[in-house]
């Protein structure tokens, strides 16, 4: 019959183990990282080109094209790899559904390349289906940040997701200017959009400041380039609060500010990856040497001799103080991971309430997104807090169309 020393090693057994897994899922996120990147400035090039009809950025957007997709089979390599046992994979279901998603959306980009290389397609249209993918992606990195087990490593990737969404918006936002400023004009529509994607950055790198550690946090700010975000502001203006007609010139000079500024971002998110990396390494070298020693003073401790005493004051810990000691840290393990989660459950809110509107109003998930943004900028009121309201009304609302 097994002892309650047997499961007490057993249960640090387990920690190795998703240890070792969440290592793995965060090298994924880092492969991830890199090919976001990468598409984020193909989707600038492509806005660019094909806003200019051609005229511009047709050479690098074909280069960028073909860099990107080393760094997709890249990602297919450590999709590849992951465990798919569901026996051994915490939040498997949603993980593999979204990288499941993802994938398929990498196999539409060629031929979203030809119609683009064609000019087979607008700029808007382009621009909407490379961040639909991103978004794919990112839903991946999102799934591993809530799938984590431990808080140091979940506060990591809580900041790692937020820096790559508020990354993800600011590519965004450098697409969406190029196309302003290379049309030559915006409507008013469109500077409402453009002041939401500035919102949602400042969103996000909030809340990435809030999890992140000091030494992230300096390399943030030494990577801000004053000049650069003085020509940045210099341009929003601009586009935001110009009544005539824009300068297609400006396109150039916008999209190198906005590329320099992301570039800049791309170093940081290099280093959050890294420091993901030496977390994860660190806490499975301290998770072993614990496990080692309880297994080494449980030894001793089965050895003496019989009839003298297991508990002796000679012993540092005894069986019963390692396990009191094991259900505290795991209790506090628990605090920290729902204090962290609970900006992960803000995000689920929003997905659940365009699930909501998507099913009763027969919207796509952009039109629900939209809808949901549009309320928020109306009633000036956070976005999470209106998605909140539309899933308290989820019995009254009407059925689709």
């Known amino acids: 019959m097994k002892s309650g020393s047997s499961f007490l090693l057993a249960a640090r057994q387990c920690e190795i183990a998703e240890l070792e897994q969440l290592a793995r899922t965060c090298e994924l996120v880092g492969v991830i990282g890199r090919l976001v990147h990468a598409l984020q400035r193909e989707r600038g090039l492509a806005s660019v080109f094909l806003s200019s009809q051609g005229a511009i950025y047709a050479a690098q957007r074909e280069q960028q094209a073909a860099a990107c997709r080393v760094v997709e089979q890249e990602v297919r390599v450590h999709f590849e790899q992951l465990d798919t046992d569901a026996s051994r994979v915490r939040n498997g279901s949603r993980l593999f559904s979204r990288v499941a998603v993802a994938l398929h959306g990498l196999e539409g980009l060629p031929v979203l390349r030809e119609r683009i290389a064609a000019q087979a397609c ?12 991103v978004a794919a ?30 990354k993800e918006f600011a590519g965004q936002e450098r697409a969406f200017g190029a196309r302003a400023f290379a049309a030559g004009a915006i ?21 990435f400041a809030d999890f992140s550690d000091p030494e992230v946090l300096r390399a943030d700010q030494a990577s801000r380039d004053p000049a650069v975000l003085a020509e940045l502001e210099r341009l929003r203006r601009i586009g935001c609060t110009s009544r005539g007609p824009l ?22 998110e290099d280093l959050l990856a890294l420091n993901l990396r030496r977390l994860c390494e660190t806490r499975i070298a301290q998770t072993r040497a614990e496990l080692r020693d309880q297994r080494a003073l449980l030894e001793e401790i089965a050895s003496r001799p019989v009839g003298t005493a297991p508990y002796g004051p000679q012993l540092e810990r005894s069986i019963l103080d390692m396990v009191q ?34 099913a009763h109003r027969a919207m796509s998930e952009d039109e629900a997104y939209k809808a949901l943004r549009q309320m928020a900028m109306n009633q000036n009121r956070r976005l999470v807090d209106v998605a909140g309201a539309v899933l308290s009304l989820a019995d009254v609302l009407p059925g689709g169309r």
């Open 122 to 133: 607008e700029a808007p249209e382009a621009t909407a289906a490379y961040i639909k993918l």
């Open 137 to 166: 992606l990112l839903a991946v990195v999102f799934e591993a940040a809530d799938a984590a087990t431990d808080p140091e490593v979940s506060r990591a990737l809580v900041a790692m997701f937020n820096f790559m969404q508020g």
């Open 187 to 207: 409507a008013p529509e469109g500077v409402q959009q453009w002041r939401h994607l500035i919102d949602a950055q400042q969103g996000c790198f909030q809340a």
């Open 247 to 268: 300068e297609q010139e400006a396109s150039h000079a916008w999209y190198a500010c906005c590329t320099r500024r992301i570039d800049a971002m791309k170093e940081v």
């Open 325 to 358: 000691e094991q259900s505290r840290r795991l209790q506090a393990m628990s605090d920290e991971l729902d204090a962290v989660r609970s900006t992960l459950n803000e995000r689920k809110v929003v997905e659940r309430a365009k699930g909501l509107l998507m």
